[in-house]
């Protein structure tokens, strides 16, 4: 199984880093002014002519950012279908009904373990998790992912239960 990077992460390493060299740069600056020798007066007036442009910029900042963030909601969107799912864990196995999904489904993994405590990882085509949750004995946990990609997906086990933790692997389909 491969797992890679998505196109989203990198976006966001790259703001990342851009707002970190843009921070650095701030305090470097504030730094070497502080050695300055001021008024007092003066310093509060620049302060608070900054602060006024900081705060219009920090609104613009984080209220563009939770516009943006609205699309990316990891809720199942307008599915074509629905299907359910039912994924059992075991010493060292997933089992899977049915096996075969069609494609633009809502999908509702109902999740249990046989005997002990795993943890499901599902991922995409890509070898890209989508979703995760806990395999408890007695318990059916639900997943929701809408399934867009056709191609072969992928189970793991992301929780360690014992010597043969990493066989638990399985591959199911996503059709057109
Ligand atoms: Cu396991």
Wanted: with cysteine.
């Amino acid at each position: 199984m491969e797992v890679s990077f998505g196109g989203f992460q990198v976006a966001v390493l790259a703001a990342f880093l851009v707002v970190t060299v843009a921070l650095v740069t701030i305090f470097v600056v504030v730094a070497r002014q502080s050695t300055r020798n001021v008024a007092f007066g003066e310093v509060t007036h620049t302060g608070y002519r900054l602060r006024r442009y900081w705060f219009a910029f920090l609104c613009l900042l984080l209220g563009s950012g939770v516009i943006l963030a609205l699309f990316f909601l990891p809720y199942p969107g307008n599915a074509s279908g629905t299907a359910t799912v039912n994924v059992s864990g075991g010493l060292f196995y997933w089992s899977m009904t049915p096996d075969t999904i069609p494609a633009g489904s809502e999908v509702s993994f109902e999740v249990t373990s046989t005997d002990v405590n795993h943890g499901l990882g599902i991922y995409d085509p890509d070898g890209i998790l989508i979703g995760s949750v806990q395999a408890m004995p007695g318990y059916d946990n639900q997943l929701n992912l809408t399934l867009e990609k056709t191609g072969t997906y992928m189970m793991a086990c992301l929780e360690y239960c014992g010597y043969k933790h990493h066989e638990m692997l399985k591959e199911f389909e996503v059709t057109p």
